[in-house]
């Protein structure tokens, strides 16, 4: 049996290995792995770095690689990502992936999903509707998205289409609600630093719990302000992939 062949890593020197950059962030320990092992089968030297928001709590991780490298780290990445996030669609419209997600009863929502299939059509479509458009404000991933209408009992080219058409529909609301979690992140932010620094005081003097709250709370805010923004579905930004009648076919069902 013949053995794998090792990647073929290019000579660098001392210098250029140590002259690191940040290529991508990792949200979690799972994509992170994903990438690391990513690059390191393209034979690219990886370093990664734990990105720590305060008090032992982490928001993820950055990879980083030698600057000479770094424009073909992020090619690399960029298709890692677009193969990642295809193979989470197809296996979310996958009949037994969503067979198997029947038995999740710590989520209400997708059992509400499967309910739908009962449903008269009528009340399918303008539910179907409402929820991709709560889901679209909220940053609900696209691969989750898929899921659920799966569920729902769609298959990819008519939820596709789906997403699309309230996007499209119901964009000024959308950016609206978008706008409005921003707005609430800034103020719980402003208003987490004022009660920090007010209880930093307190807390030198009486003990560390009040401050921890209070931090806690900061970055509550951060998490509500940027949310909307970093986590918007891409499929709410492309155009349906169906024929020209595939929207009122969807619409239809």
Known sequence: ???????????????????????????????????????????IPVGG??????????????????????????????????????????VAFDPESVADATYDEKDPVMMRMFELRCEPEDVVAEELRSFVMQWTIDGIGEVQIAKYLAAAGLNREQSAA????????????????????????????????????????????????YFLVFSGLGLAGMTLMFRSKSKAPDLARREPSLPADANSSTTDN
């Open 1 to 43: 049996m013949e053995e794998p062949s090792e990647p073929c890593r290019p000579e660098l020197t001392r210098e250029q290995l140590q002259d690191l950059v940040v290529v991508a962030h990792a949200p979690n320990d799972a994509e992170a792995i994903y990438l690391i092992d990513t690059l390191d089968e393209a034979g």
């Open 49 to 90: 770095e734990t990105e720590r928001i305060g008090h032992g709590l982490s928001s993820g991780q950055r990879i980083c690689v030698p600057r000479v490298l770094a424009e073909k780290a992020r090619e690399l990445i960029e298709k890692a990502r677009a193969e990642a996030h295809d193979r989470g669609i197809e």
């Open 162 to 209: 789906l997403v699309a058409m309230v996007t499209q529909d119901n964009m000024p609301a959308i950016e609206e609600g978008q706008h409005a979690y921003s707005a609430l992140g800034i103020l719980l932010f402003l208003l987490a630093i004022m009660l920090t620094l007010a209880s930093l005081a307190y807390a030198l003097a009486m003990g560390a719990h």
